[in-house]
């Protein structure tokens, strides 16, 4: 099973809402990662989890907010987003290391538009 | 830094007319070349992983090929639900982190 399953599939929020992201995998991966994906664009990096700690946030803004529950488990909390914010956002998780079998497996994303 | 270039952009091909993606990358000590196809609105889908130059992985229609400094994704007779876009990833290795840093990704489209 190479599972990544996102809840919701699809989200509009008020710029003054709060909403949360949800991801969860099932594979025994120790990393997770928060992407976000613009039309026509590759993904970009948000975050990364290894062993349910935060070990990489690139620059992001702090109206989003991630949280690694647990090994299984990975949040996106979102509060007082832009316009520009709209997106797809995907999590996707790995193996930790640098050694072999360590590709990232996706989920179907969540696509957001903010209002 | 980390440079990983796809070409052509955009490819339009007719059903069964073979042809190949480029993925041209710089980086020091590659850990792994990472392929995968996107269709619009949903995550990306993992294909193969290339770790060292020479090595082939083949998953029906696709093949992937890696030298030192590029990476090809082989179409051979390709369908009309091979459109997508192909996007192509490379992981450092010693002193770096283990996040793949992606291209900018081919869109393919196959007319029947």
């Known amino acids: 099973d190479t599972e990544v399953t996102q809840t919701p599939k699809h989200l509009v929020m008020g710029m003054t809402n709060k909403k949360s992201l949800k991801c969860e995998q099932h594979m025994g991966h120790r990393a997770m990662y928060w992407y976000k994906q613009k039309a026509k664009k590759p993904p970009e990096l948000m975050f990364v989890?290894?062993?349910?700690?935060?070990?990489i946030n690139e620059s992001v803004p702090s109206r989003f907010s991630p949280e690694c529950p647990n090994s299984s488990l990975l949040n996106l909390h979102l509060h007082a987003l832009q316009p520009e914010d709209s997106a797809l956002y995907l999590c996707a998780s790995s193996q930790v290391g640098r050694g072999p079998h360590t590709e990232a497996f996706f989920g179907q994303g969540t696509r957001l538009t903010v209002v | 830094e980390d440079q990983v270039t796809q070409s052509p952009e955009a490819l339009r091909l007719q059903e069964g007319e073979s042809s190949s993606l480029n993925c041209s990358y710089t980086v020091s000590g590659l850990r792994g070349l990472f392929w995968y196809r996107q269709d619009p609105g949903k995550g990306p889908e993992f294909l193969f992983t290339?770790?060292?130059a020479g090595e082939e992985k083949e998953k029906e229609r696709l093949k992937a090929t890696l030298t030192k400094k590029e990476s090809f994704l082989h179409i051979t007779a390709p369908k009309p639900e091979d459109s997508a876009t192909y996007l192509c990833?490379?992981?450092?290795?010693?002193?770096?982190?283990?996040?793949?840093?992606f291209g900018r990704g081919t869109s393919l489209i196959v007319h029947p």
């Open positions: 990833a490379v992981r450092r290795g010693a002193g770096g982190s283990y996040i793949p840093t």
């Open positions: 290339l770790y060292s």
């Open positions: 989890y290894s062993y349910e700690k935060l070990s």
